[in-house]
């Protein structure tokens, strides 16, 4: 399937992304536990940003989010009162690989956008990350993310989705120490919850 065609279907969801909130409680699980200071911020599959703003409190130097859809990336940069010291740089493109030099970032965030990237996505990030750089990505959980008909095209083969907090972790087996807890966020119409881990690049 080609770039294209994915950006396009990502298009189509841009505009009502925003009000599905859950979006932006998983942001906040992934940069909560991070340390403070960093220097490059790297937000894969931005969406509409909110991993990137979720990353301003950790005071970094710069963010880069990346995402292939234009739709995705402009209500992104709609927020950018959100930004007041312009630390984020927004980019429509792929988002694997990342455009950013080998072993360049500190951080490397995925909010709920691995179930569309697939294992290919671990390599490029242990490929960005300095050694001993933080890892933080959300996944969905195999029990209850069950993609059919023409959704089903755009999850890639590549990955299995774990059903638990260990498999979870066993996603990041090239890193180290690796974290892995079920983020669950009842809304009082529904309960969500997903798999969020915490990782850094080997020191070699």
Same mark, same amino acid.
Request: charged share 30%; proline share 0%.
């Given at each position: 399937m080609s770039d294209?065609?994915?950006?396009?279907?990502? @298009?189509? *969801?841009?505009?009502?992304y925003d009000d599905d909130t859950f979006h932006a409680s998983v942001a906040s699980a992934l940069v909560e536990p991070l340390p403070p200071g960093p220097g490059l911020v790297l937000d894969v599959a931005t969406g509409t940003g909110f991993a990137a703003y979720a990353a301003l409190r950790l005071k970094p130097t710069r963010v880069l989010a990346v995402d292939l859809s234009p739709a995705m990336v402009a209500r992104a940069e709609a927020k950018a009162d959100l930004d007041p010291e312009r630390r984020i740089e927004w980019r429509v493109g792929p988002a694997v690989p990342m455009p950013a030099e080998d072993h360049s970032a500190d951080v490397v965030l995925c909010a709920s956008s691995l179930h569309f990237l697939g294992a290919v996505a671990f390599e490029d990030w242990l490929r960005v990350l300095k050694p001993g750089g933080r890892l933080a990505f959300s996944v969905v959980s195999g029990a209850r993310f069950k993609p059919s008909g023409a959704f089903a095209e755009y999850v890639p083969k590549d990955l299995t989705f774990p059903t638990d907090e260990a498999e979870a972790a066993a996603?990041?087996? @090239?890193? *180290? @120490?690796?974290?892995a807890r079920t983020f669950t966020l009842d809304d009082g119409e529904r309960v969500r919850s997903v798999f969020v881990v915490h990782a850094s690049s080997p020191v070699q």
């Open positions: 294209e065609s994915r950006a396009a279907f990502f @298009d189509t *969801t841009a505009e009502h996603l990041a087996k @090239d890193f *180290t @120490d690796v974290s």
